[in-house]
Nanobody
Framework: VQLQASGGGLVQAGGSLRLSCLVS????????MAWYRQPPGKQRELVAG???????NYVNSVKGRFTISRDNAKNTVYLQMNSLKPEDTAVYYC???????WGKGTQVTVSS
């Protein structure tokens, strides 16, 4: 299994970024996918998840600002992040729920 997260960068507060994660080596359309993040000096936390049927859930701190989606034809999961805040600064990782494998994350830095 390979997870290739991309789309991170430096953005000013209030800005937007769209993260992508290309998944290979799994039955993607059946996978429950999630985005996690790890802020500097803190533990990794679940940000958003999406089921095989498209149902979604979010941590309270990002509700109304972030949107998780998936394109099963492209084996890709996305995280649209709007109204970014400095506290969203973190390394963001995508993950197949139920698997222990972590791919390389992508850095998101939000300046104030």
């Amino acid at each position: 299994v390979q997870l290739q997260a991309s789309g991170g960068g430096l953005v000013q507060a209030g800005g937007s970024l769209r993260l992508s994660c290309l998944v290979s080596g799994s039955a993607f359309s059946y996978d429950v996918m999630a985005w996690y993040r790890q802020p500097p000096g803190k533990q990794r936390e679940l940000v958003a998840g999406i089921g095989s049927g498209g149902n979604t859930n979010y941590v309270n701190s990002v509700k109304g600002r972030f949107t998780i989606s998936r394109d099963n034809a492209k084996n890709t999961v996305y995280l649209q992040m709007n109204s970014l805040k400095p506290e969203d600064t973190a390394v963001y990782y995508c993950k197949i729920m139920g698997m222990s494998y972590w791919g390389k994350g992508t850095q998101v830095t939000v300046s104030s």
